[in-house]
């Protein structure tokens, strides 16, 4: 039987909520009235609590700062038109939370922790769950390493903190993409499939370099020949190819998307055939060539289903169709937009009610 936790609920005086524009709300720079903290120190979690979201104080020493041990997830809860509010497969990224925990050698957080302590803050801030088309409540869990010591080993405490705030869409526009030859985000052996914090820290540069190029985002490639696709920006890259929906292998340099699993699972129960491999970029740029890539999408919590209109490689752009003609993402997108806001009902399980 799952354990109900002991919350201590500290609530705002002053709520930010008349104060924010609904209208106008770029990606995570609003954050809601609350937070959800809990501590680990001598071989345990504590003080659950949920409290006005502010700011924090601890020592500048803390080993998370100097040595990389901090890690997140990332989901959203959406409101039905009925009042309702579900978050979109929390179990799949408490699940994930710890593969990247164990990782970074940081301790397991039990679901029941996880689920109720996010459950917890979207109910106190259940008014700041946006409404419209495409918007959603974004849902920050992370962990990091408190502990002041400039030693390099594991952190003996930790902080667990959920952070919620209204958004909309992460991409405005269709995707200009470039196949990154140079630059590795993650080595097999290392930590990619782990949402850790550094592999987003490594990856700015060279996305930045992108982005002064001209470029969107990048597909980052394998780190030893860069011959094969990995994954795209803070996305997964799926591929129609030859009617086939085609994406990499999550291996340990790729994070397993839980959009890129939902996706999956559609097709399949749609009857295509659905190919989890190593992904050339020979044949993705012969497809791109030939007509046959017939869709490009990053997948994942905050990009949604994300369209790529161009991909880049080697100093060539080839186009491919306009995103609104392309059957299968166009699909994809309605019918995951339909189970997030209740429009249809949810035959999988994949909603969690708060
Ligand atoms: N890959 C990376 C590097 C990401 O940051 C994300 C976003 O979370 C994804 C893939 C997609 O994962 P998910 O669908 O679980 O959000
Ligand atoms: C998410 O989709 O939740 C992500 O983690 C992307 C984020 C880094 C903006």
Same mark, same amino acid.
């Given at each position: 039987m799952t354990e109900t936790l002991d919350i201590q609920i500290t609530k705002t005086t002053h709520s930010r909520l008349a104060e924010t524009d609904f209208d106008n709300l770029p990606f995570g720079k609003t954050f809601s009235d609350h937070m959800f903290v809990a501590d680990y120190a001598d071989g345990e979690w504590k003080n659950f609590r949920v409290v006005p979201y502010g700011e924090i104080g601890f020592s500048p020493a803390i080993s998370a700062l100097h040595y990389?041990? &901090?890690?997140? =997830? +990332?989901?959203?809860?959406?409101?039905?038109? /009925?009042? *309702?509010?579900?978050?979109?497969r929390p179990d799949k990224n408490a699940e994930?939370?710890?593969?990247?925990?164990?990782?970074?050698?940081?301790?397991?957080?039990?679901?029941?922790i996880f689920l109720q302590g996010i459950a917890a803050v979207v109910d106190i801030d259940r008014d700041w769950i946006p409404t419209r088309a495409n918007h959603s409540l974004y849902i920050r869990p992370f962990m990091f390493a408190t502990d002041p010591f400039l030693g390099v080993q594991p952190s003996s405490t930790y902080k667990f903190i959920v952070l919620t705030g209204p958004v909309g869409p992460y991409f405005s526009k269709t995707l200009r993409v470039k196949?990154?030859?140079?630059?590795?985000?993650?080595?097999?052996?290392?930590?990619?499939?782990?949402?850790?914090?550094?592999?987003?820290?490594?990856?700015?540069?060279?996305?930045?370099? &992108?982005?002064? =190029? +001209?470029?969107?985002?990048?597909?980052?490639? /394998?780190? *030893?020949?860069?011959?094969?696709i990995e994954e795209m920006g803070a996305a997964n890259a799926m591929f129609v190819l030859d009617g086939k929906l085609i994406t990499p292998t999550a291996g340990d340099s790729i994070l397993k998307g839980v959009t890129r699993d939902s996706v999956m699972c559609l097709a399949r129960e749609w009857g295509m055939t659905v190919e989890e491999r190593p992904v050339s970029v020979a044949e993705i740029i012969e497809g791109a060539k030939n007509g046959k890539l017939t869709d490009a999408f990053?997948?994942?919590?905050?990009?949604?289903?994300?369209?790529?209109?161009?991909?880049?490689?080697?100093?060539?752009?080839?186009?491919?169709?306009?995103?609104?003609?392309?059957?299968?993402?166009?699909?994809?997108?309605?019918?995951?937009?339909?189970?997030?806001?209740?429009?249809?009902?949810?035959t999988r399980g994949w909603t969690y009610v708060v």
């Open positions: 990389g041990q &901090a890690f997140f =997830e +990332g989901l959203k809860a959406y409101k039905h038109a /009925d009042g *309702k509010v579900v978050i979109f994930r939370f710890n593969k990247s925990g164990e990782r970074l050698c940081m301790p397991a957080l039990p679901e029941e196949i990154e030859s140079h630059y590795t985000r993650a080595a097999e052996g290392g930590m990619g499939f782990a949402k850790a914090a550094g592999n987003y820290g490594s990856s700015l540069m060279p996305a930045k370099k &992108a982005v002064d =190029e +001209g470029f969107d985002q990048l597909i980052w490639t /394998d780190a *030893k020949s860069h011959e094969y990053g997948a994942g919590t905050a990009a949604t289903i994300a369209p790529v209109g161009s991909i880049s490689y080697d100093g060539e752009e080839y186009f491919l169709s306009d995103p609104k003609d392309r059957e299968f993402s166009q699909k994809v997108l309605k019918t995951l937009d339909a189970i997030k806001n209740g429009t249809e009902p949810d």
